[in-house]
T-cell receptor
Framework: NAGVTQTPKFRVLKTGQSMTLLCAQD?????MYWYRQDPGMGLRLIHY???????AKGEVPDGYNVSRLKKQNFLLGLESAAPSQTSVYFC?????????????FGQGTRLTVV | AQSVAQPEDQVNVAEGNPLTVKCTYSVSGNPYLFWYVQYPNRGLQFLLKYITGDNLVKGSYGFEAEFNKSQTSFHLKKPSALVSDSALYFC?????????????FGTGTRLLVSP
């Protein structure tokens, strides 16, 4: 029972490079989220999805794009990485279990942009 | 918009002593409040939640939280701390936008339990 799986776990990018972070959940959850975690700032919502084929912007969407082509996968893309995007990225999902309130998180992706 | 505040960056406590990690909230309507814990190099794990009912909520690993409406607080507590409780703790509140729910997190409080 994997829950929420993120790949890769670590990555170093040069400024201007692109990459895609993959989030996969096996709980058949409708809602999926991408957060970034920075020291002293908690977790901030980047983008979210309420179901397959739908995405929306969160608090800090600039410089990121997302896609949800399959219900179980939520991809986060950086088209042209900047040092300000150095962060730890977390994916989460929420489903009808536990009253539809408990979020399940992946282990995170630590991204460094140099 | 809903928000939570964690006034302490770090809490230090000796093993065996009671611990409290503070959280205050600002919401319109009835709050859905949560505590999550993050161990080093791991994702966040759900500890407990308050939606309605008893003001004292019990959760995982012996933690509990007290909802206080008059003080708009939701403090996390444990009667006897363990060294293994050392971690980063986040308070969160549910926010609803156009029928969609998201979690709004506090800035986190690092708990350090010394032997």
């Amino acid at each position: 029972n994997a829950g929420v799986t993120q790949t890769p776990k670590f990555r170093v990018l040069k400024t201007g490079q692109s990459m895609t972070l993959l989030c996969a959940q096996d709980m058949n959850h409708e809602y999926m989220y991408w957060y970034r975690q920075d020291p002293g700032m908690g977790l901030r919502l980047i983008h979210y999805s309420v179901g397959e084929g739908t995405t929306a912007k969160g608090e800090v969407p600039d410089g990121y794009n997302v896609s949800r082509l399959k219900k179980q996968n939520f991809l986060l893309g950086l088209e042209s990485a900047a040092p300000s995007q150095t962060s730890v990225y977390f994916c989460a999902s929420v489903g009808p279990s536990a009253g539809g309130t408990e979020a399940f998180f992946g282990q995170g992706t630590r991204l460094t942009v140099v | 918009a809903q928000s939570v505040a964690q006034p302490e960056d770090q809490v230090n406590v000796a093993e065996g002593n009671p611990l409290t990690v503070k959280c205050t909230y600002s919401v319109s309507g009835n709050p859905y409040l949560f505590w999550y814990v993050q161990y080093p190099n791991r994702g966040l794990q759900f500890l407990l939640k308050y939606i309605t009912g008893d003001n004292l909520v019990k959760g995982s690993y012996g933690f509990e939280a007290e909802f206080n409406k008059s003080q708009t607080s939701f403090h996390l507590k444990k009667p006897s701390a363990l060294v293994s409780d050392s971690a980063l703790y986040f308070c969160a509140v549910r926010d609803m936008i156009a029928g969609f729910q998201k979690l709004v997190f506090g800035t986190g409080t690092r708990l350090l339990v010394s032997p």
